[in-house]
């Protein structure tokens, strides 16, 4: 399916935020790709969707393939078409738009009748069918993510891109997140997820990447990370020792990382 070979990306000619990164996402699969702010998680996801160009950025490096095609200096509609769609961190949907029309949109150019995928989604979603005619903008954080994602299966895609999408949510409607997106993959859908809820995506992925200062330090299946020392500290909070109240204590990490010594 998707394959990623020793990319880098410099933006305006001078940063490299990405060095000699390579990922996998087979045929039916959920990988996790996992990392603090700044590692470079979204510039990896626009030099996938083509949008590197429109943030000065270039890839100098290496390769992305969906299959034997080559993405890297396609077009973002021509890779849509290739079915690769990402729904973007913070919803990105039509505020003034019907949630009807957000949902069209997605389908908008593939020239089918996609009624019958709308029933289904309204199915699914009893809410979004209520307010089916109402402005997207009145939809609360969880019904917007909701839409976004359904918009996107509009498409057909092939992979399924998926930026931060619990970012803001309540638990109820993260763990709702978390339903539909075992919906999708049981539809056979092909899933890259980026999140900052490290347990949740490892508890929905197969595998598992961690990217820090554009470089990946670890990787491996959802079970080794979680049971890993060092992920268990620096990214789900689990360093054990005893508590602290202080938060100058709560922030000084006990083990140093392995990746970084």
Known sequence: MLTIANLEVVYNRIARVLN???????DGETVALLGPNGAGKSTL????????????GDITKGSILLGDQRLDGMKPDAIVRNGVVQVMEGRRIFIDLSVEDNLLAGAYGQRRDVSKELAEVYE????LAERRKQLAGYLSGGEQQMLAISRALLTQPKLLLLDEPSLGLSPV?????????????????????????????????????????????????????????????FYLGQGGGKASTNFRDVKHYRRKRRWLS
């Open 124 to 127: 699914q979603f009893p809410r």
């Open 45 to 56: 996801l626009r030099a996938m969707t083509g949008l590197l160009s429109i943030h000065d």
């Open 173 to 233: 409607m993260t763990a709702e997140v978390g339903r539909l997106i075992r919906q999708i993959q049981k539809r056979g859908i092909s899933i890259l997820l980026v999140e900052q809820n490290a347990a949740m995506a490892l508890n929905l992925a197969s595998r598992g990447y961690v990217l820090e200062s554009g470089r990946l330090v670890l990787d491996g299946n959802s079970r080794e990370l979680l049971d890993d020392p060092d992920f268990k500290e």
């Open 20 to 26: 000699g990164v390579s990922i996998e996402v087979q």
